[in-house]
């Protein structure tokens, strides 16, 4: 199985000030199709999961635009250009290039 | 637009059985790849299933292979997780999963779960 590791397991952020998390793979995400299936979700407590971005650096469908992601192989960054209180949570890494399907332990980030 | 409700959770003894259903909403089950996966209590997420868009395939975590088994019907919009052999492992918050843009791989929609207890 992909193994995914995301680094800070936990992240003290100040409001307006940039936030990143890092994810990587213990191997190619890169798909026999061209694509690369590494996602980013957020979830907020007592909240179910909510897709953010999805093959690497696409915005899902209602997104702010401080959210990004980078990255290509096996290293991969999710960027908050600008925390707001709303972005609390944990956020997951997840890959979907081979089966089974393998999540991040996830990243807790919470205000200072 | 889309919605996801699963229902069928609650306590159930170690070997037992249960059965999940995702009515699904804004959409049709036939025409998307759907997606189970689960969140033990204060733990991380992990993928439990797959079912294709045609429904002539499905896929499987290794943890749940040979005692789940992901299925759908069409006529009323509904996907279900039949679970059997449940071990206190399983004990977990369960999401129903529309896939985006007909891709596997990117799970964009998710129901708002349903707990599931295994106890002995």
């Known amino acids: 199985d992909i193994v995914l590791t995301q680094t800070p397991l936990s992240s003290p952020v100040t409001l307006g000030q940039p936030a990143s998390i890092s994810c990587k793979s213990s191997?190619?995400?890169?798909?026999?199709?061209?694509?690369?299936?590494l996602s980013w979700l957020h979830q907020r407590p007592g909240q179910p999961p909510r897709l953010l971005i999805y093959?690497?650096?696409n915005r899902f469908s209602g997104v702010p635009d401080r959210f990004s992601g980078s990255g290509a192989g096996t290293d991969f960054t999710l960027y908050i250009s600008r925390v707001e209180a709303e972005d609390v949570g944990v956020y997951y890494c997840?890959?979907?290039?081979?089966?089974?399907?393998?999540f991040g332990q996830g990243t807790k980030l919470d205000i200072k | 637009q889309v919605q996801l409700a699963e229902s069928g959770g609650g306590v159930v003894q170690t070997g037992g059985s249960l059965r999940l259903s995702c009515a699904a909403s804004g959409f049709s089950v036939s025409n998307y790849g759907m997606h189970w996966v689960r969140q033990a209590p204060g733990k991380g997420l992990e993928w439990v299933a797959l079912?294709?868009?045609?429904?002539?395939?499905?896929f499987y975590a290794d943890s749940v292979k040979g005692r789940f088994t992901i299925s759908r019907d069409n006529s009323k919009n509904t996907l279900y997780l039949q679970m059997s052999s449940l071990r206190a492992e399983d004990t977990a918050v369960y999401y129903c999963?529309?896939?985006?843009?007909?891709?596997?791989?990117?799970?964009?929609?998710w129901g708002q779960g349903i707990l599931v207890t295994v106890s002995s």
């Open positions: 191997q190619s995400l890169a798909h026999s199709d061209g694509n690369t299936y």
């Open positions: 093959k690497i650096s």
């Open positions: 999963v529309k896939v985006h843009d007909y891709v596997w791989g990117i799970l964009g929609y």
């Open positions: 079912i294709r868009h045609d429904g002539n395939d499905a």
């Open positions: 997840m890959q979907a290039t081979q089966f089974p399907y393998t």
